[in-house]
C-alpha cells in the first residue's frame, strides 16, 4: 500500500462515483474528495433514458450509494462545483468556487458532454439533451400523452428516448441525418430491424434529415426545419447527436488528449499522479491493438477498478471486453467489443423472432456481436473476443448448434 | 426490512439490514460489500451479480426468469443454487436470508 496521500476525484459520474467506493473497499485510508458539477451525489445514468423515464425506478434506486455513505466512508464529496484549472508543477486543482484544492494524486473523471447543434433556435425552450438527471427530469416533464417529441439523432440515446417517449404516450418523430439509423454503431442489418421495430410501435422517422433550425413561439420550441425546407411539427425536441470529452483542463495543463485524455493500462496519464478514467479517457484496448475514447458504464467501471488498483497497491484487473446493452419496448440489447478491422457481418438466427445475434469477423476471430434477447450469444461472444479463438463460421451461423458447443 | 448476510469468498461476512422492495443486489452495492460488482445497475444484462443463495433460502428466494437462467448459464463457476441478485427482491420474508459470492464476477 502506497502512503495515505490525498486523493482527488474531479467528477461524479459513475467513473469517479465508483472510483472512491472502490478506494475504500480495497482499503485506502488517506483522504478522499469528490468533486461533483451536478447537485447529486453519484447515480447511474443509463435508466434515465430507460425505466426511470418510463416511471420504473426513483431517485433513490438511481443513487450508486446512499447520501450517507460519503461522510461514513471519510470522502468529501462537494457538490455543484467543478474544477476550472489544473495546475500541475503545485498539484492544485481551481474549483468553480475560487479555491484551491491541493492533491497527491488525481483522478479526472469529468466524463463527456452532449454536443449542441450549433443552428438557429438552439436556445429555445424544449430543446433538450439527456445526459443528467435534471435533463431527464424535465424531458419526463415535458412529454406526454397529447404531445409531439422530435428526436435528433437516431443512436442509441435517440431510439431509447423514442421508446420511453411512446411508453409515455407521446407521439414521437426521430430525425436522422444518415440514410440508416445507428450508422456509426451497428450494422445495416441491426438497423433495419430497429427501424422497422419502432415503426410498429408508433414511432415515425426522417431519414438523410438535416437539421438546420429550431423554429419557436413565444420562446418556445414548435418545429425543426431541415435542409430540403420540410419542418416537423412538434412539442418538445431531445437532440442526441453524440457527446464530447470534458478534458479542456487536462490539455489546458499540458497533458496529453487525443480523442480523450490519453492514459495507459492503468488509466494513468504520463504525469504520474494524475489519472483519467471513464468517458474522458482515450484508453488502449489490448485485444484490439488500438487507442480509443469509450462511452460506457462498463468501461467506467472497469476503469475504475484500474485506477483504484494501482492507487491502493492491488494487481490489475484481468483482461475485460468492452460491452454495453441497451434496452427498448422489450428487447434486450447486448453489444459485446467493437467491430474493428472486420471483414464478414455474419447472422444467427431469425430476426423475423425478435431473438438473434449479429457477429462481426476479422477472419475467423469474433471482433464483436451485438444480441437481440440473446444472452448466450452475448455472453459466449464476449469469451470468444476476449480468448482472440478462431471459431467456424457454419457452425456460429448455425442457431440448432448451441453457443457452448460452437465455442468447445 | 430483512437482515441479509453477505458472505465473500475469502469467508468475510457482511450483515445488512436491507429495505424491502430493494433487490439483494442493491443491498450489497449500496453498501460498498465487495464481490458483488452489479455493472449493468440490475438490467440483468451482465452476471456479474452471482450469488449462492444457502439452501434454506432457496424455496423463498423464488425461481430464475429464462432471462436469467440463460445468462447463468454462462457465468463462471455455476452451481445449482446459483443466481443473480438483481433478481431477487428483499421482502419480510427474507429476513434472515444467506448468500455467498463466487470466487470472481468476471
Known sequence: MSDPAHVVILGAGHAGGTAAALLRQYGFEGPITLVGEEPLPPYQRPPLSKAWLKGEADADSLALKPVEFYAEHNIDFRASTRATALNRGAKTDTLSDGSQLSYDTLIIATGAHAIALPIPGADLEGVMFLRTAADAELLKATVGPGKRLAVVGGGYIGLEVAASGRALGAEVVVLERESRLLARVACESLSTYFKAYHEKQGVSFVLDATATAFEGKDGHVTGVTLEDGRTIACDAVVVGVGAAPNDEIARESGLETARGIVVDLEARTADPSIFAIGDVAHRPMPIYDRMFRMESVPNALEQAKQAASAIAGRPAPAGEVPWQWSDQYDLKLQIAGYAFDVDEILLRGDPSTNKFAVFHLKGDLVQSVEAINSPPEFMMGKQLILGRRPVDKARLADPSISMKEVAA | ?106
Open chain 2, 1 to 106: 426490512m430483512a437482515k441479509i448476510t453477505y458472505i465473500e469468498h475469502d469467508g468475510t461476512e457482511h450483515v445488512i439490514d436491507v429495505k424491502n422492495g430493494l433487490t439483494v443486489m442493491e443491498g450489497a452495492v449500496k453498501n460498498n460489500v465487495p464481490g458483488i460488482d452489479a455493472d449493468c445497475g440490475g438490467a440483468c444484462a451482465c452476471a456479474t451479480c452471482h450469488v449462492y443463495v444457502d439452501e434454506a433460502w432457496r424455496d423463498k428466494t423464488g425461481t430464475s426468469s429464462a432471462m436469467e437462467e440463460s445468462m447463468l448459464d454462462f457465468a463462471e463457476n455455476v452451481e445449482p443454487n446459483s443466481r443473480l441478485s438483481c433478481q431477487i427482491k428483499v421482502s419480510d420474508a427474507l429476513d434472515g436470508l444467506v448468500v455467498r459470492m463466487p470466487e470472481s464476477q468476471h
